[in-house]
């Protein structure tokens, strides 16, 4: 692979003043796998620290398992990433409100600029390229106190947890007491900043919160948030995954449509995960993620990082690709960035939930970064 100019060698020789040399790196060669898929979407967990405890995600007897890293070697290896065509970075964990450090590496973050046009030709060397879509999931526990330094550091996005809008099954899920008017307060202190429309994320389970689906589509229309139901994946801490226990798009839609008729919303991108709805009335929206029932890899164009600086090519990856020990075994970004296109062609074309062949993947999903 040719590199059209060297890298920056380090985020910390940034200046203060946006330098539009400095803040647009360059590469010959966009990330893309060996199936075509370009790898535009970056997910970064923060940290393996989280301060709840999800009943389908946690044990409730492991903290946290895995390190987390100085931010200016993340900031480092989002640099490379974004040098090979990343153009959203999704912060997560764990917990990234508990993070310290966050709101300057968004700040940071905001400063640098894609390598790639839309139709997938190099920003030249004359050119700056775009912001980047900054986003973070969290659970909101930390956020009403946030979400305004996240918003003037440069963040453009938020996604908050909630799996159910009732605060006592609320707390006997997050296993935190009052944490469910925490989390409300988290939603509207970001809907103030001017991170909205927040989007909200609930995993539904039978038996557990599939309740509150109706309320939740209320939710959506009273706070003028965007709830994203997700179907649950086998990706959590010990046993609890079963088809049964998954509650599938097609339920949603049905119990929803019996109290409030859902109106759905065109796609707005081939690779958009979420089937979208809104109401007669065009108040309020909710989407459904369904890996499970109708999964959506052929278009997948992602790849994480985890606290500790692995790369994971898919969230069931059984391997894990040690980004960060290159790194610090002196590795210069020009070999970094040569050994995430090798990575990268290595990346699954699918997931086999449900099938025989189903192997859990090495981490859980709180590990790494959802
Ligand atoms: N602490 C942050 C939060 O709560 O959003 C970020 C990490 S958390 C693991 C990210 C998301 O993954 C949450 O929305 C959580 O509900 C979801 N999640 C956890 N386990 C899951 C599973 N087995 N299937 C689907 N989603 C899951």
């Known amino acids: 692979m040719l590199l059209a100019r060297p890298f920056i060698a380090s985020i910390l020789s940034i200046p203060a003043a946006p330098d539009p040399a400095l803040l647009t790196p360059a590469t010959s060669e966009r990330l893309r796998d060996s199936y075509g898929r370009a790898i535009t979407d970056l997910r970064l967990s923060v940290t393996d620290r989280c301060n709840y405890k999800c009943v389908y995600c946690r044990t409730g007897n492991e903290g946290a398992q895995y390190t987390e890293l100085p931010i200016a070697d993340y900031l480092r290896m989002v640099r490379i990433l974004v040098s ?56 909101g526990h930390l956020l009403a106190d946030l979400a ?28 935190v007491p009052r944490s469910y008017d925490r989390v409300l307060a988290g939603v509207r202190a970001a809907q103030a900043a001017g991170l909205g429309p927040v989007k909200v994320n609930c995993v539904l389970l039978h038996g557990f919160n599939d309740s509150q689906i109706e309320a939740f589509a209320e939710f959506s229309r009273r706070e003028g948030v965007i709830v994203r139901f997700i179907e649950f994946m086998p990706l959590e801490e010990g046993r609890l995954w079963s088809p049964e226990i998954v509650v599938s798009l097609a339920e949603i839609v049905e119990r929803i449509n019996r ?22 009335d065009g108040v309020g929206e909710i989407g459904i993620i369904a890996p499970v029932t109708q999964a959506f890899c052929g278009a997948c164009s992602r790849v994480r990082l985890t606290s500790d600086g692995k790369i994971r090519t898919c969230l069931f990856s059984q391997v894990e690709h040690d980004l960060y020990g290159r790194m610090r075994a002196g590795e210069s970004d020009e070999q970094l960035a040569a050994y995430i296109h090798r990575t990268i062609q290595g990346k699954e074309a699918r997931h086999h939930i449900g099938e025989p062949d189903f192997l859990k993947p090495s981490r859980s999903m709180v590990h790494i970064g959802g």
């Open 148 to 175: 305004a330094p996240l918003k003037a550091a440069g963040l453009n996005r938020i996604t908050v947890s909630m799996d159910a809008v009732d605060p006592e099954t609320f707390a006997r899920i997050t296993r």
């Open 84 to 139: 090979l065509g990343v153009e959203k970075v999704r912060l997560t964990g764990g917990e990234p409100l508990l993070r310290s450090g966050l709101v300057e590496m968004v700040a940071e973050l905001s400063r640098l600029r894609t390598a790639f046009h839309a139709d997938g030709s190099p920003v030249a060397a004359e050119e700056t390229g775009e912001p980047l879509d900054l986003a973070l999931t969290t659970n």
């Open 259 to 280: 109290v409030l008729p859902l109106t759905p919303l065109p796609p707005r991108e081939a690779s958009e995960t979420a089937r979208r709805y809104t109401f007669a």
